[in-house]
């Protein structure tokens, strides 16, 4: 295809990425409330819609049955269109999905670390992620990994839980077959539990959203007009890594002090006087799941509650956000000593923004966050003007 024919392609299909974004924001809409959204008329938008399922991207299927009339059609995908693949690595496991242009997740394969070497798990993964895409090679276009660590270009900078650094992921696609040209993309599991929070949960409607998720530690992102600020080399966030706790106390990464050491399940096991968990994330869930908890687990969740309102209240302070959104076990934390998180959140604050603080919402993803968010990053790829263009591209005559 000539410079000119792409051109020409991305300019055809651009209104069709623009339905279908709104498809995407808006899951089961109807055609006329999407001609509306886009502010073209009802012929145009008959036409776009038919377009786009005779090139396999949407469909029209009948919505759910409320009562007597016409029976209503919503936009949805097509039962053969493009499709995106997502993996999310956490601490303890992983977990690969497929997923549609209306960007639900469907869980594909899931298991336990094979190993403790890095190099055994990326050949591990890679293998389970060319067998997905080999199923589906024409289908799926764009891989999207999420990582409980810091991602720098294509490397894992840092895996604190399992010790592993300077891991190039790229590795990843070493199974998937040349032909089926599918796009890497990778993101911290904090940045893209943010990025689905601002699209499609408790914060849809800022401009500016500051998104905090507590795992084995906290990291973050800052969201403006949807997208995540990722800075220089994609490793923005790093919240945890603020020198807001005391500087005898040594991180992992490094660094003396981090936040990341007060506001986890392992600032609860020292807070009781446990070893540290394995599994941070689980121990916190054992804790709140208890039906009693006695006097040093009341005092250690409003340490950790407190901390946590403290660091969220300097960070509004520096990125004045409309809205923050909780992720991973932050909500349960903070709901286990609201009133430690409340007073410690104020008490931080600027004084010009005490009367009118930003709200502190619990995330709409919760713990499916990160899966959510590097759905979102591999259908923005995905259909993009040009990316859709490629699709059709590669469509069989006819």
Known sequence: MTQDQRQAAHIRWLGAAQLIGVVRSEPGITRALAAQRLGIGSGGAAEMVARMRRARLLDETPAPASGRGRPTTVLGPHPGGPMVLSADLRAADWRLAVAGIDGLPRIVAQGPYASENPGLVSEQLAKEIGTVVRKNPKRIRALAVSVAGTISGNKLVQFTSRGWHDVDLSTLTAKVPARSRVHLLL??????????????????????????????????????????????????????????????????CGARGCWDLTVDGRALARLRGDPSPADAVGYVHDLIGSPRRDAATRRAFETVAASLGRGIGGLVNLHDPEVVTLGGVAAPLRSAAPAAFDEAYRSALMSFRKLSAPPVRDGVHGEEGPLRGAVTLALDHVTTAAGLADWIARQPAG
């Open 187 to 252: 993101g911290n599991d904090a940045t893209l539990a943010g990025l689905a929070e601002a699209r499609t949960g408790a914060a849809r409607s800022a401009t500016t959203a500051l998104h905090l998720m507590v795992a084995q530690g906290i990291g973050g992102t800052l969201v403006v007009n949807g997208e995540p600020i990722s800075g220089a080399h994609g490793a923005a966030g790093e919240y945890g890594h603020l020198p807001f706790a005391d500087q005898a106390l040594v991180c992992p």
